[in-house]
Each structure stands twice: as structure tokens, then as C-alpha cells.
């Protein structure tokens, strides 16, 4: 059988970029090769001794002079994405959109509906949705083990040494806050999992900052409580914060038989990497059993990748998922409404507006 080959370039070779540049070239499913990029920055020298000419500053002339490309891998910054994304789908090309999918709600709807009324074979890289973890709380709740879903808690703990990382990097506060950028992992995975959309929204977020000497950040973060209720009936709290002793994110799920304690990842010392505890009513908890991790992310990256490079293969005539555009950034945004406006947001009014006049048969997954 010969091992399919594709050509693909990068728009916004940052540490993400990078590191999905590697992971799929390194695949042994399929010889990938990353043949341009586009960054504004100045190349590095191994950066110039790789791709010479083919290193671009412009994304369009980077499009325009890179013939025969297989997709594109959009890892620029989030106000970016969906120019980025529409640029190389309007050519033909498919694009792998590193998530936030988007910078505001607006643009957010915009790719959504370009996508879909113009069958543009676009993938989202929710790749929380892959993790060991996360696969295991699905098969769990679809199975029925814990009855009837109450209620789920997801607890993102993103750790002191990871926020004052990228605070530095940023060296100002950023506009927005890290809501976007973290949670919107969390929102598809528990809309994902649950089978349900979100009805609405209500949040509390702050932001706090110590800096000191040269006006840097020493410590700073983004913390935020987020509630609001599932289409099922599912009530749904996620709490975000950047302090704590490193990064972790775990999920309790309740219903009506049983409890569903899951421990995503954690790089905590002396904490397991994930681990699943199921515990149904009058009965010992037990442990689920895991597969080992292969890749970054616990193996979600080797996972999302291989997902991505089969969907290739079944030469896609449309988008895959594409209601996970709206569903996976719609509760970040509406949570910063929500504490600027203090009101309850109707996210599902939201959702409606934004499918309105886009068929159904033109929304189905691919």
C-alpha cells in the first residue's frame, strides 16, 4: 500500500506552529513535509538554512508563490485566524485552524458561515477532545454508567510558572483575557462529551497584576467562574485560574447513578498525569484504565493528527464538525459579556442567529 504524501505550509510559526509542524512531519501514517511558512518576524538561521526563499513575512505572497500545497496550518495569533484561514480555503486549500478559532464573536460567526455556505474543507484543532481522559469520560457517559447527567465542574488550573510566562512573553497586558484562549478547549469538550449545546451563560471574571522594577509582571493572571445550563438540562460550571502550584485540569461529573471524577492532565508533582475514577452509588470506586501516552498533550496531539491527515485521505467535500466553529468559542464570549454587562447571556438565541439561513444539510458533519 503506498503511504499517501502531502505538501503543506504554515502561517504563524510561533511555539504552537512549530511543534504541529514537527508532530505531523514525524508521523509514520503518512509522509508530511512542510515546505513554506509565513511569519512576520525574521527568520532564524536553521529557519533560513530549511526554507530560504520559502520563508515568507507575507502570508499572501507566501499563498501565492507555494503551488501545489496539500493544506495549510494556521497557528497565528487568535485575532489573525480567520483572515488567515479564509485566504487559504478561498484558494482551495484545506487549513488546519489551531484553536481559539477566533477573536471576537463577530468573527467568529463570519468564518462559520463562510465556511458552511461555501463547503470549505476546514478542521478545528480541538485537540482536548483526544485526550486519554476525555475519550474515556465520553465512553463513560455514553454508556450510561452515571444515569442521568445532573451537573459537570471543570476546574482549569493553569499554575503560577505558566501565567507569568506568558504574561512576560506579552511584556503589556494583553486586550483580551486568557478566557478565550483557554477555556474554549473546555466548552467544546464538556458540549462534545454531554452531546448538548449551551443555553446560556452567566460569569465573574478578574484580572489581577503585580508588577515589579521595569514594569514587567512578576505575577499575573486571568480568573474566571462561568455557569449556565446545557440543552439536556445539564448544569455546567467551569472555574479558570492562573495561580496554584502548576498546571492541571479536572473534571467531576454527577448524575443520577454514580460520580465521574477526571483528572484531564496535571503536571503536578506527585499528582498521576490523568487518571478516571468512576464511582456508581453503593459501590467501590474504580479506577479506569488508561492507555499510555504517545506524543505531546498525553498522546491528544498524535491523535488530533492522525485524525486530520485520515480526513485528508477521505478527500473532504466540506467542513469537519463545523458547528463546533460556534458551540467551542460561543461561552468565553459570552462569559466576558456576561461580566461586563452583568445579565445572564441567551446563548442559544445567539446560535440561532448565527445558523440562520444555512441549511441543515449544509451544517452536517463531513
Known amino acids: 500500500m503506498t503511504t499517501p504524501t502531502y505538501r503543506f505550509a504554515v502561517i504563524g510559526l510561533g511555539r504552537r506552529g512549530r511543534y504541529h509542524m514537527e508532530s505531523l512531519e514525524a508521523m509514520e501514517e503518512a509522509t508530511v513535509r512542510c515546505v513554506a511558512v509565513a511569519d512576520p518576524r525574521d527568520p532564524t538561521a536553521e529557519e533560513e538554512e530549511r526554507f530560504g526563499p520559502s520563508f515568507y513575512r507575507d502570508y499572501r505572497q507566501m499563498l501565492a508563490g507555494t503551488p501545489d500545497l496539500d493544506f495549510v496550518l494556521v497557528g497565528s495569533y487568535a485575532v489573525d485566524h480567520v483572515e488567515h484561514a479564509l485566504a487559504a480555503l478561498q484558494r482551495g486549500i484545506p487549513v488546519f485552524l489551531e484553536k481559539a478559532v477566533a477573536f471576537t464573536w463577530e468573527q467568529t460567526v463570519e468564518l462559520y458561515q463562510e465556511v458552511v455556505r461555501n463547503r470549505y474543507p476546514l478542521f478545528i484543532g480541538f485537540n482536548l477532545r483526544r485526550f486519554p481522559a476525555t475519550l474515556a469520560m465520553k465512553r463513560i ?16 488550573n493553569t499554575g503560577n510558572r505558566w501565567s507569568q510566562g506568558v504574561w512576560s512573553h506579552f511584556r503589556t497586558p494583553p486586550s483580551s483575557t486568557l478566557v478565550e484562549g483557554k477555556l474554549t478547549h ?3 469538550t464538556i458540549q462534545h462529551c454531554l452531546g448538548a449545546e449551551v443555553v446560556d451563560c452567566t460569569a465573574t471574571i478578574t484580572r489581577n497584576i503585580w508588577t515589579e522594577g521595569d514594569d514587567r509582571p512578576m505575577t499575573a493572571g486571568d480568573s474566571c467562574s462561568i455557569s449556565g445550563l446545557l440543552s439536556n438540562g445539564i448544569l455546567y460550571t467551569l472555574h479558570l485560574t492562573t495561580a496554584g502550584p502548576d498546571y492541571e485540569r ?3 461529573v454527577n448524575g443520577t447513578e454514580g460520580q465521574l471524577e ?3 492532565h496535571s503536571r503536578r508533582a506527585g499528582q498521576t498525569p490523568a487518571a478516571v475514577t468512576l464511582w456508581r452509588n453503593d459501590e467501590e470506586p474504580q479506577a479506569i484504565e488508561l492507555p499510555p501516552a504517545v506524543g505531546g498533550h498525553g498522546g491528544a496531539d498524535f491523535r488530533i493528527h492522525r485524525d486530520f491527515v485520515a480526513w485528508l485521505q477521505s478527500n473532504p467535500a466540506g467542513p469537519y464538525d463545523p458547528r463546533s466553529i460556534l458551540t467551542g468559542m460561543i461561552i468565553p464570549f459570552a462569559a466576558q459579556e456576561s461580566m461586563a454587562t452583568g445579565r445572564r447571556i441567551d446563548c442559544a438565541a445567539r446560535l440561532h442567529q448565527a445558523t440562520a439561513g444555512v441549511s441543515q444539510e449544509e451544517t452536517r458533519e463531513k
Open 186 to 188: 473546555d466548552t467544546d
Open 262 to 264: 477526571v483528572v484531564m
Open 141 to 156: 457517559i455514553d454508556e450510561g454508567s452515571l444515569g442521568r447527567i445532573q451537573s459537570v465542574l471543570g476546574h482549569v
Open 250 to 252: 479536572r473534571y467531576i
